[in-house]
Structure formats: C-alpha cells, structure tokens
T-cell receptor, first 115, second 114 residues
C-alpha cells in the first residue's frame, strides 16, 4: 500500500525567504508524484507533477520539486516566498501500475508567510 | 474549457437524513473520483468511477455510495447522516485511463450535519 508523509503540519517563513516543504512516500512500484495547493474554501490546484524523465520538476508560481528515489522523497521548494503563497500544500502519490485512478495524500502542510 | 463543477457548494443537513452531491467533470474526462476532507483525517479517497463502473472504493461504510452516468457526470449519496460526516467533499476528474496525468478538482461541497 502506498503512503505519503509530510513533515510539519505548519511551516512559517518570512516573505522573501526560502520555502521548503517536505514529502516522503512509500510505494511498491514506481510512483507518480504530485503537489497540490489549496486556498481556503477552495478545491485543489496542481502545482507540479513527476511521472518519468527529469527528476527536477518545475511548476507554477515559481515552485519546483526534486524526485529522489534513493531517499523516497519529493520535497517542494521556492526560492523566495510571497504573501500569496500562504495556503495549504498537499503531496500525493499514485501507483504507476494502478488499475484505477486513486490519489493517496499526505496530511498537508499549512504555509504561513510573515511580512 | 469549463472546470469541474460541484453542486451545491454548501449543505446543512440533520442527523439521519440523506444527501446527494453532484459532480460534472471536464468535458472528455471519463474518470471521476471522490474524496472526503476533514481536519482530523485529511483527504481520504471515497471511490472512483470510469465509464459508469466503480473501479475502486475506499474504506468507508456502505452508507456512502455513488454512481456515474453515461455523460460522465457523477453523484454521491450519503444515507443516515452522522455528525462525523461533516466535511468538504471534493470531486476530481481526469482524462481517459491515464495514471500519469493530474486530477482536476472541483471547489467542493461543504456538508454540515447538525
């Protein structure tokens, strides 16, 4: 069974500082990995995804993530935080060999940006 | 291109009642999945439908059911509502049978059981 662990349910950074949100996964087969963002009372919006190929993935709003198979990690980073980045972030995994479309999510990390 | 549409956005129901939530996927998407989001449990998979067939079901009691119509629209039903069913219910659609693509989420239906 797959699982996703996000370290830190709350992360606070100063505006302009580096954002680092951690995600580790467990999967018995090559995974597809996703980061989603959720603003209050909204659905989930895709930031970026890793399926195959280049392990450093760039997404929207200046975010990027690196797939590290040896560490089973897919951490999300952004060089300089903006106030508009304050939201909740979810890491998710799906088995590449799955016979149905089912995302397994981490518990989420709420990002606060301090002016 | 229209996104995933969920109706209604907000619902208040009484314990013991039943409720039906609706989801219209993006045109051309045949996979529709449902998730329950609560502060305590986070995002949990309910079920997934593809071409009117339920392909997978999460660990939820039989009070939670769903269906998909020939136009890919989906509904989920919760019978005999309990206070613990209060949650944000999210619907997601994805292109035909592709695991390497992202799911597109609706804005959700906020269900409050009193």
């Amino acid at each position: 069974a797959q699982s996703v662990t996000q370290l830190g349910s709350h992360v606070s950074v100063s505006e302009g500082a580096l954002v680092l949100l951690r995600c580790n996964y467990s999967s018995s087969v090559p995974p597809y990995l996703f980061w989603y963002v959720q603003y209050p009372n909204q659905g989930l919006q895709l930031l970026l995804k890793y399926t195959t190929g280049a392990t450093l993935v760039k997404g929207i709003n200046g975010f990027e993530a690196e797939f590290k198979k040896s560490e089973t990690s897919f951490h999300l980073t952004k060089p300089s935080a903006h106030m508009s980045d304050a939201a909740e972030y979810f890491c998710a995994v799906i088995d590449s060999g799955a016979g149905s479309y089912q995302l397994t999510f981490g518990k989420g990390t709420k990002l606060s940006v301090i002016p | 291109k229209a996104g995933v549409t969920q109706t209604p956005r907000y619902l208040i129901k009484t314990r013991g009642q039943q409720v039906t939530l609706s989801c219209s996927p993006i045109s051309g998407h045949r996979s529709v999945s449902w998730y329950q989001q609560t502060p305590g449990q986070g995002l949990q998979f309910l079920f997934e439908y593809f071409s009117e067939t339920q392909r997978n079901k999460g660990n939820f009691p039989g009070r939670f059911s769903g269906r998909q119509f020939s136009n890919s629209r989906s509904e989920m039903n919760v019978s005999t509502l309990e206070l613990g069913d209060s949650a944000l219910y999210l619907c997601a659609s994805s292109p035909p049978d592709r695991a390497d693509t992202e799911a597109f989420f609706g804005q959700g239906t906020r269900l409050t059981v009193v």
